[in-house]
C-alpha cells in the first residue's frame, strides 16, 4: 500500500472535477492568465482550448478533463502545458489556501501516513510577501498536522536560474531563522521545472553553500529532480548530471529516469547536442575514469561528429552508442548502490513523462533489479487521474519485490525524529 508519498507536488493533486469547481467562481476575473495558458499549450499541443467553454457551456467538465488529463505518453513540455491551467486558474497568494487544503485532505482521506508536498515561492513575490505566505502555509500544514493522523511536511522547489534561487533560498532560510517552531514542517529545498538548459555544475556552488548552511542552522534536505528530461542532451550526458547531483551531496534523485531508461527506445534516432555540453561529457569520462573502470565501465570509440552544425555536435543512437550507454548505466546505478543514494521513483508519471512503451521498460523495474534505494511519489495524481491506490498497485505489478516501503519507512524515522512541531506564529 502507498503510505507514504516523498514526491509530490501539492498543487498537482488537484483533479480535473477540482478545477472545474474551483473555477466556476474565478475563471472571469482570470481570463488573462487563462488566455496565457491557451496560448502556451497551442505551441506544445497545436490546438488552442477553447477556456470559457469550461465553465459556460453544458460539456464544460467534460472538455476541461480533455484538454488537462495526461492518459498517454507525452513530452515534458505537454505537460507543463496542461499543468499551466492551474497556474492560470489558482495563482499561489498569501491568504487563499483553499487548494492547499484541499490536497492535503484529499491525501489523509486516502490514508496515507507521510505527504511530502511541493511549493515554491512565486518569482514576482517580494520578500514580504513570501514571509507571509510561509508563514501562512507553514500555519496550515501545521495545524492540520495535529488535527489528523497523516503528517505533512513542505518542500520548496527552487527555479534553476541562479537569481531567483539565490533571492528564494535566502529567504526561505530568514523565514525558518525567524520562525523556528513554524519551520519544523519545512523539510527540504528542490530543484524542479524544466531542466535541460541547467546543467547540475552551476549549481555547485549553491550546493556547497546550503550543506554549510544545513551545519550551522536549520537543517533542509537537499533534494534535485534530474535525469527526468533528455530530449536536447544526449543520454549519457544526462547520466553525468544524476553523477554530478549526487557528488553535491543531496539527500534524494528525484526521477533520475535516464539511469534506468532502455536506449533501445531511441535507436536510429539523431541529436545534435551542444557542443560544450559534448565537451564537458568528454572531460568527465577523463576525470572519472579510473572510479567508473571500478564499476566495469570504459568508454567506446565516441560515435559523435563535429562541426556539421555551428556549436553543435551530432549523435546518433546506433549499436555501439546504446551498448555504450548500458554499461554506463550499470556502472552508475552500482555506485549509486553502494553509495546508499535513494531515488524518488514516480511510477505513473515516469510511464507518461517518460515515453515508456511497456511495463518492462519501466526504470522501476531497473532500480529494483539494480538493488537501489527508491522511496514512492504519486508526482501529480490529479493530472494523471491516479489515485494513490492505483499507483501502489502499479508499482506492485512493475516489480512486486520492489522493497520501497522498507526505504520509506526508515526515511519516515528520520523526518520523525526531527519533529513536526507543535507551535503557532
Known amino acids: 500500500m502507498f503510505l507514504y508519498d516523498f514526491h509530490v507536488h501539492l498543487h498537482g493533486v488537484l483533479s480535473a472535477h477540482d478545477l472545474w469547481l474551483l473555477g466556476k467562481d474565478r475563471f472571469r476575473q482570470r481570463t488573462p492568465a487563462l488566455t496565457w495558458y491557451a496560448s502556451e499549450y497551442l505551441k506544445s499541443w497545436g490546438r488552442l482550448p477553447d477556456f470559457l467553454s469550461y465553465w459556460q457551456s453544458p460539456g464544460g467538465e467534460a472538455a476541461l478533463s480533455y484538454d488537462f488529463l495526461i492518459q498517454e505518453a507525452v513530452s515534458f513540455r505537454q505537460f507543463q502545458a496542461c499543468f499551466n491551467l492551474i497556474i492560470a486558474l489558482l495563482p499561489i497568494s498569501q491568504h487563499d489556501f483553499s487548494a492547499q487544503s484541499l490536497s492535503i485532505q484529499r491525501a489523509a482521506a486516502a490514508g496515507l ?55 528564494h533560498y535566502r529567504w526561505l532560510r530568514d523565514f525558518c531563522t525567524a520562525q523556528p517552531l513554524l519551520a519544523q514542517v519545512i523539510s527540504g529545498i528542490d530543484f524542479a521545472g524544466w531542466e535541460e538548459p541547467f546543467s547540475p555544475e552551476s549549481a555547485q556552488q549553491f550546493m556547497e553553500q546550503a550543506q554549510r548552511d544545513n551545519a550551522s542552522g536549520h537543517y533542509l534536505d537537499l533534494l534535485y529532480h534530474v535525469g527526468e528530461s533528455f530530449s536536447t542532451i544526449g543520454l549519457a550526458s544526462s547520466l553525468r548530471w544524476i553523477f554530478t547531483v549526487q557528488k553535491m551531496g543531496v539527500s534524494r534523485l528525484g526521477h533520475a529516469l535516464s539511469l534506468g531508461f532502455n536506449p533501445e527506445r531511441l535507436r536510429g534516432k539523431t541529436l545534435w547536442e551542444d557542443e560544450e555540453e559534448y565537451h564537458s561529457q568528454q572531460r568527465w569520462l577523463r576525470t572519472q575514469a579510473s572510479l567508473l573502470a571500478d564499476y566495469g565501465y570504459r568508454p567506446l570509440a565516441a560515435q559523435q561528429r563535429l562541426g556539421l552544425r555551428p556549436g553543435k555536435v551530432q549523435l546518433t543512437y546506433n549499436d555501439e552508442v546504446i551498448e555504450d550507454i548500458c554499461r554506463l548505466q550499470a556502472a552508475l546505478a552500482s555506485y549509486l548502490r553502494d553509495q546508499g543514494t535513494v531515488i524518488e521513483c514516480c511510477p505513473t508519471s515516469n510511464r507518461y513523462l517518460g515515453g515508456i512503451a511497456g511495463d518492462a521498460d519501466h526504470p522501476l523495474r531497473f532500480f ?10 504519486s508526482d501529480d495524481p490529479g493530472i494523471f487521474a491516479s489515485s494513490w491506490a492505483e499507483q501502489s498497485a502499479y508499482a506492485t505489478r512493475l516489480a512486486s ?14 523526518r520523525l525524529t526531527r519533529g513536526f512541531g507543535s507551535g503557532s506564529a
Open 368 to 377: 529494483v533489479r539494480h538493488q537501489l534505494k527508491v522511496v514512492l511519489g
Open 401 to 414: 519485490n520492489h522493497g520501497c516501503a522498507a526505504t520509506a519507512q526508515e526515511l519516515w524515522h528520520q
Open 113 to 167: 501516513i507521510y505527504f511530502e508536498a511541493r511549493s515554491l515561492i512565486p518569482a514576482s513575490f517580494s520578500k514580504g510577501e513570501a514571509f507571509s505566505y510561509l508563514h501562512n502555509l507553514a500555519s496550515l500544514v501545521t495545524q492540520l498536522n495535529r488535527e489528523q493522523a497523516m503528517q505533512t511536511s513542505l518542500v520548496f522547489m527552487l527555479d534553476r536560474r541562479a537569481e531567483f534561487r539565490d533571492r
